[in-house]
């Protein structure tokens, strides 16, 4: 479902964008260092569940937005080189991207509803259909509540219907 929704081109762009920042910021040593200083550690943390990467990198990106920000704003960043740099300029404009990050956070969002349900699942200790039923049901309320697009209701839909629902798994 993770890798279906991030097929889709809106959302390969946001999470290109959110690459394009984070490779920037790693492939600099001054940078990277200065983030880590302002930000108190990495942005890039390792996932926990391998189909889960971008969500993962998406929203470690928008929890040190603002401490981020503070990097893109000081005289540092203004007099040093990299400010200059074509790439420079991009992910300062993609950092001050209110649009941009308004989408990454409703992204971040929908990708948590099912990142929650597949960690669960994916967990050691199997749970039972009766309850994965349960969450899938919960995780579709909260994508309604959301106002998920269509697109992603259905790519949910189709690979629950496809694979997992079958009338003898809730049988008790």
């Not at 890798?3 to 999470?15: F, S, W």
């Not at 290109?16 to 920042?21: A, L």
């Not at 001054?30 to 993962?56: E, H, S």
Request: hydrophobic share 45%; with cysteine; glycine share 6%.
């Amino acid at each position: 479902m993770f890798e279906d929704i991030g097929k889709r081109d809106t959302v390969a762009q946001l999470i290109g964008n959110g690459r394009k920042i984070t490779n920037f910021i790693y492939n600099h040593g001054w940078l990277l260092a200065k983030m880590r200083q302002v930000c108190g550690g990495d942005i890039v943390r390792p996932g926990a569940i391998r189909f889960a990467t971008n969500y993962i990198a998406l929203d470690s990106l928008l929890k040190k937005r603002v401490d981020l920000k503070k990097i893109f704003i000081s005289n540092e960043w203004a007099s040093h080189k990299l400010s200059r740099t074509e790439v420079g300029h991009e992910v300062e404009r993609l950092m001050f991207d209110h649009a941009y990050w308004e989408k990454v956070e409703k992204l971040v969002s929908i990708y948590e509803a099912l990142y929650t349900v597949l960690r669960i699942v994916d967990s050691e200790v199997i749970p039972t259909m009766p309850f994965v039923y349960e969450l899938i049901r919960l995780m579709k309320t909260n994508l309604n509540r959301l106002k998920a697009k269509e697109w992603v209701r259905h790519i949910i839909a189709d690979r629950w219907d496809g694979t997992l629902k079958h009338l003898l798994c809730v049988a008790d």
